[in-house]
């Protein structure tokens, strides 16, 4: 079965940044939306950001101004550039994507510190 995997998350202290990856273990045909979810302790998954196939992207309004999403289409890559990280942006990071089926990765975990 197809599985997205994530990788780039980790520790950094508060001002710093990080790059998230995700791409699919094998081949999903005709990908419509890709994105990132968060999900921090004791609270709900919530969207961060996502991108359509066209280059349309969206972000949560805590997340604007500070972190990027970009994909390639051709190798169905999708990324998250996090800069001016903040501690509440600790959590784990989830990638997904819209084909004629929804994809989720295992998640990754992002912890800002002070």
């Known amino acids: 079965q197809v599985q997205l995997v994530e990788s780039g998350g980790g520790l950094v202290q508060a001002g710093g940044s990080l790059r998230l990856s995700c791409a699919p273990s094998?081949?999903?045909?005709?990908?419509?939306?890709m994105g990132w979810y968060r999900q921090a302790p004791g609270k709900q998954r919530e969207l961060v950001a996502r991108i359509t196939s066209g280059g349309s992207t969206n972000y949560a309004d805590s997340v604007k101004g500070r972190f990027t999403i970009s994909r390639d289409n051709a190798k169905n890559t999708v990324y998250l550039q996090m800069n001016s990280l903040k501690p509440e942006d600790t959590a784990v990071y989830y990638c997904?994507?819209?084909?004629?089926?929804?994809?989720w990765g295992q998640g990754t975990l992002v912890t800002v510190s002070e």
């Open positions: 094998g081949s999903i045909f005709s990908i419509n939306a």
């Open positions: 997904n994507a819209r084909a004629q089926f929804e994809y």
